[in-house]
């Protein structure tokens, strides 16, 4: 049973390039979350996706988007880059809405230079 | 405004005895608190959880109490074993009944030490 897959594991970017990061949900969840995780910080979180629509958001602003596919897979895009974007990014997937066990990827860690 | 915390980075632990790792939160919204677990280069991974109706949940060798009344909860961890040398993340959520978020803390390295 494959466990939350995330792509790419490692990415650089420039300042003000856009980025597109993947994920696939375990087997069987229709929910996914994403969050990111600054140096030395706990994950915040940015957003929240079931039936392919934006359920809940965080703190996060209009550059960090997403979207839910039929199969429950998900992107999260951030546009215009900034240095303090560089991060480790968790999708994490669950079964309904309510938090109860996430269950996470191993995360893109994204670098902006 | 940081509504999740842990105020000790690091916690060193020798084998066999019990690790006390704690948590305190500000939002007396929150209804249900978990723990998670993090080896390098992995995600995070649920160890245990416990509802605000609840003051303690036990789970093997992991046993979480909740103290509503001082916003504090901690995991314990009896008896403790190299395996266990992680970092710790105590995380809190309100379902508002249409998406629930999870809140973490900042972690706390636990390192078991032979």
């Known amino acids: 049973d494959a466990g939350v897959t995330q792509s790419p594991t490692h990415l650089i970017k420039t300042r003000g390039q856009q980025v597109t990061l993947r994920c696939s949900p375990k087997s069987g969840h229709d929910t996914v979350s994403w969050y990111q995780q600054a140096l030395g910080q706990g994950p915040q979180f940015i957003f929240q996706?079931?039936?392919?629509?934006?359920?809940q958001r965080g703190n996060f602003p209009d550059r960090f988007s997403g979207h839910q596919f039929p199969n429950y897979s998900s992107e999260l895009n951030v546009n215009a880059l900034l240095l303090g974007d560089s991060a480790l990014y968790l999708c994490?997937?669950?079964?309904?809405?309510?938090?109860?066990?996430?269950?996470f990827g191993s995360g893109t860690q994204l670098s902006v230079l | 405004d940081q509504q999740v915390k842990q105020n000790s980075p690091s916690l060193s632990v020798q084998e066999g005895r019990i690790s006390i790792l704690n948590c305190d939160y500000t939002?007396?919204?929150?209804?249900?608190f978990l723990w998670y677990k993090k080896y390098p280069a992995e995600g995070p991974t649920f160890l245990i959880s416990?509802?605000?109706?609840?003051d303690k949940n036990e789970d093997g060798r992991f046993t979480v109490f909740l103290n509503k009344s001082a916003k504090h909860l901690s995991l314990h961890i009896v008896p403790s074993q190299p395996g266990d040398s992680a970092v710790y993340f105590c995380a809190a959520s309100v379902w508002d009944g249409t998406a629930s978020k999870l809140t973490f803390g900042t972690g706390t390295r636990l390192q078991v030490t032979l």
């Open positions: 416990i509802s605000s109706i609840k």
């Open positions: 994490a997937s669950s079964l309904g809405q309510g938090v109860g066990k996430l269950f």
């Open positions: 939002n007396s919204m929150f209804d249900y």
């Open positions: 996706y079931y039936e392919e629509e934006e359920r």
